[in-house]
């Protein structure tokens, strides 16, 4: 049920981001999710791509610095109110969320998260009943 | 192992009559041959036979580097160029390059001082030794080379760059001594490393590295990185090249060749020698050269030089690491900044690659400080606040270190330019009038 997610350090430099899309796209990986952490100098961009181990190799041949990071990702429905249900268990079951980020899909909506807890937060979501996609789910999307 | 006992251990007031005699020599040389140095003397009024001993070395003038530019290319040669057989040049960042010429014997001494400093560090006629210096006008490659070919050692002439190549040969032929700048040294380790081929198909065993300032965490880095002893080569072009000290197996100073160029400290304001032990700026006089002898150089290295026998059983005076070149030194808000300890305060913290960069620049009047650091790959995160903290922690580190509050950059990987030479890790783009 984890999902492992690219992590890749950028300094805010003109056509960094293009670089990597281009480098991912030259080598048929597709971008299912992702999204960018930044400050005044540097960004980290965070992706889920259609093949990791692959998208790993050639952004390290090239020198990116990448790293490796399993999250959580789950489905909802995509109406209102059901990112705070999902939140209110996520809280009351003192899990901290390091970050997050989501992306909706006609009737679905599904969010990425990096809780504090890996083990924990996917044990009270599924006995919370809410569905957590694999990543063979995610890579169909 | 010492190549020249005689000279290398000689008893300390024997050395100071050596030095005596060879000073009152070189002294008549350019007082005859140098109208340079002939003029400066009668503006002092000094002439060769106050020259008696090697205490009045005080009495003479003090050249700069500025004096080699003026009398470019060759008035300060001491002997007729037809006795001249080789020159070098040292690039100048700005102006002229300043020239230097060798006679026959000036090559000599040149090769025994290097042969001196690879037995210092254990290298024997056994020993495959691989230049990566630079050759051409600069000293550093054809210097050593000179030096193995005198020990007897194999040279394998690499010259500097084409760093894939020189990892192929370095393993083919079983180059046990490398000798190049330390930078390019850790390049060479980052190299090897990504080539794949393990480290035990290697026989490389000893590094002797020199031409820039370097600290003592930069040679755990590239001890580390290569598997080998890092040692420290000392040199500069003014004075022969190379060769002017090297170090030890002891690793505890840098053994100058006194014989040769007797080395000095003075006051780099007053230009009063300094107590024994003290710091201050190292001035050489070469005492024995003939093409272009230089009369209390200042070198601008600013250093203290220890005068207790080593446990290497060497007289030889011993230097200490060189804080850097008074010429490197950066006033930054009228703060006195070396880069050496930048590069200290980033090679201590392990989350940090030994790479970077220094740009100092003026905005709305005031010095602003940048460092360019690359983390290390095991240390990038995916959370913002863990890279955050990651440059919190080196800005502090750097602040209580040098006094002032840094911009640290942390940029990508591979990102800060490796250098086949000298590194160039200071921009300053402050205009100043």
């Known amino acids: ?141 | 192992m010492i190549w020249n006992e005689t000279i290398e251990c000689m008893d300390r007031e024997e050395m100071r009559k050596l030095q005596g005699i060879r000073l009152k020599r070189v002294v008549e040389r350019v007082y005859h041959n140098t109208p340079f140095y002939r003029k400066k003397m009668q503006e002092m009024g000094v002439t060769p036979d106050d020259i008696e001993s090697i205490e009045d070395i005080v009495k003479l003038p003090f050249t700069v580097k500025q004096d080699l530019r003026d009398n470019y290319p060759f008035d300060l040669m001491a002997a007729p160029m037809s006795e001249i057989v080789r020159l070098h040049a040292s690039s100048g960042t700005t102006g002229k390059p300043i020239v230097v010429g060798y006679t026959r014997k000036d090559l000599s001494i040149w090769s025994e001082v290097v042969a001196r400093c690879l037995t210092a560090v254990g290298v024997t006629k056994q020993d495959m030794v691989q230049v990566a210096y630079g050759y051409g006008l600069f000293t550093g490659g054809l210097g050593l080379h000179g030096g193995i070919e005198n020990l007897g050692g194999t040279v394998i002439p690499m010259s500097s760059g084409n760093t894939q190549k020189q990892i192929q040969l370095m393993h083919d032929f079983g180059a046990k001594v490398l000798a190049c700048t330390p930078s390019y040294a850790l390049f060479l380790g980052e190299t090897i490393k990504d080539s794949g081929i393990p480290r035990e198909e290697f026989l490389l065993k000893t590094g002797i590295f020199g031409a820039e300032p370097w600290t003592e965490n930069m040679r755990k880095e590239i001890e580390e990185s290569l598997g080998i002893k890092a040692y420290d080569i000392y040199g500069l072009t003014e004075i022969i090249g190379p060769g002017v000290g090297g170090e030890c197996e002891c690793q505890n100073g840098t053994h100058l060749w006194e014989d040769h160029f007797f080395p000095e400290i003075v006051d780099p304001v007053t230009l009063q020698p300094v107590e024994p032990g003290q710091q201050g700026e190292l001035v050489f006089t070469a005492i024995t050269k003939e093409g272009m002898p230089m009369i209390r150089y200042r070198t601008r290295d600013l250093t203290s030089l220890n005068y207790e026998k080593c446990a290497c059983g060497r007289t030889a005076v011993r230097m200490a690491r060189i804080l850097g070149r008074s010429d490197d030194m950066m006033i930054i808000r009228g703060v006195n900044v070396f880069p050496s300890q930048v590069e200290s305060v980033i090679l201590e913290l392990p989350e940090f690659e030994p790479h970077y960069l220094i740009i100092v620049d003026r905005v709305n009047n005031t010095d602003t400080l940048e460092i360019q650091v690359e983390v290390r790959s095991e240390f990038y995160s995916d959370e913002m606040n863990k890279m955050i903290s990651l440059k919190k922690k080196i800005t502090d580190c750097m602040q209580s270190v040098i006094g002032i509050q840094p911009k640290v950059k942390l940029v990508e990987p591979r990102s800060i330019e490796r250098s086949m030479g000298k590194a160039k890790r200071v921009i300053d783009n402050r205009k100043l009038v």
């Open chain 1, 1 to 141: 049920m984890l999902i492992k997610q690219l992590s890749i350090f950028l300094e805010n430099k003109r056509g960094r981001f293009t670089e990597v899309a281009k480098l991912l796209g030259d080598a048929g990986i597709n971008l299912t999710a992702f999204t960018v952490a930044e400050n005044s100098d540097f960004g980290i961009l965070r992706l889920i791509v259609s093949d990791d181990e692959k998208a790993i190799d050639i952004l390290k041949e090239q020198r990116y610095a990448v790293s490796v990071t399993d999250v959580v990702c789950l489905r909802c429905p995509n109406v209102p109110g059901s990112l705070a249900k999902v939140m209110d268990i996520i809280t009351n079951a003192e899990i901290f969320v390091e970050y997050m980020y989501a992306f909706s899909q006609g009737d679905d909506a599904n969010i990425v998260i990096r809780p504090d807890n890996l083990e924990r937060c996917v044990e009270v979501l599924k006995s919370n009943k809410l569905i957590l996609l694999a990543a063979s789910d995610l890579y169909k999307l």
